[in-house]
């Protein structure tokens, strides 16, 4: 279990309610403090003409809503599984805008508790939303990615998304996770998955080095970059099982989702990586 990591989703839900994208009833008092905590390092590394964490977090965040706001509505996607979703409110945003969809949140128990209170106070998500308790490292049991895509319609096409998460596992479990995914996405007839990835290439540089050096103090433990570049990450995406692997630079979507922060944007990538159905 890595309940460690999970205060960190208090950091980014603060800056998803700061930006206009979720309801007042996701404050909580302690994303709140964390971004007091982490604002003198944005607003230097900002004076300086640097990437801020929260540039480069509404990069991925908005980049992965185009995407699959566009398998949406190219009819490939209606069910999502949000894996590790902890104070997002792309679930609860996506099926106000998309009632047909339906979206399952998953995170660590501790999390989906919290969660849940938190989408009792806010405005209702649409009626096929739900918040169930996963371990994304687990391989078998009811909290595993394979029993979760289990329950859902083996008719209708799928997404997996994971934000913010795999940086915090070595890279072996990364990878091992992925085989997971794309095992799971095979059973229905279209299923793609979607996360942001952040290699060794990309993360140079001091501004870089003294956010992860903050988040590594914050979360008690590693701060994982064991891809070395993109190059490495596809070769794995492939071994885990994605038969197609696309890989997007924020600042070429530009146009499509509308206004970000080009320094940051510029340090990750988002992974669209697809599974063939019923492929062994
Ligand atoms: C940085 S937060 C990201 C939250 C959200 N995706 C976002 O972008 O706002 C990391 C999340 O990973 C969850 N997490 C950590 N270990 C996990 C695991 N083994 N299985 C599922 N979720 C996990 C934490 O509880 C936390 O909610």
Do not use: C
């Amino acid at each position: 279990m890595s309940s460690r990591i999970s205060p960190t989703a208090h950091y980014t839900g603060r800056v998803w309610l700061e930006h206009g994208l979720s309801d007042p009833a996701f404050a909580t008092t302690e994303g709140a403090r964390l971004h007091r905590l982490i604002a003198p390092l944005n607003a230097g590394s900002r004076a300086l003409g640097g990437p801020t964490l929260d540039g480069m977090l509404l990069a991925r965040h908005r980049v992965i809503d185009h995407l699959l706001a566009r398998a949406i509505e190219a009819g490939e996607v209606s069910q999502v599984i949000e894996v590790a979703a902890g104070l997002s409110p792309r679930g609860w945003r996506m099926t106000r805008r998309y009632p047909a969809l339906r979206y399952v949140e998953a995170d660590l128990p501790g999390m989906a508790a919290r969660k849940r209170r938190v989408l009792a106070a806010a405005e209702p998500a649409g009626p096929d939303h739900d918040v169930v308790e996963i371990d994304a490292l687990a391989d078998e049991g009811d909290h595993s990615i394979g029993a979760i895509a289990g329950r859902l319609d083996r008719g209708r096409g799928t997404a997996i998304i994971t934000e913010g998460l795999l940086n915090y596992f070595p890279g072996a479990q990364a990878v091992g996770m992925w085989r997971r995914f794309a095992a799971a996405l095979r059973r229905f007839p279209s299923g793609v998955y979607l996360s942001e990835l952040t290699v060794a290439a990309d993360a140079r540089g001091v501004p870089l080095q003294v956010f992860r050096l903050a988040l590594g103090a914050f979360v008690r433990g590693g701060v994982y970059l064991d891809f070395p570049d993109e190059l490495a990450a596809r070769r794995e995406l492939a071994v885990a099982g994605f038969d197609a692997v696309e890989i997007h630079r924020p600042t070429d979507l530009a146009d499509e989702v509308g206004a970000i922060e080009r320094a940051g944007a510029r340090r990750i990538k988002i992974i669209e990586a697809r599974v063939a159905p019923g492929a062994t």
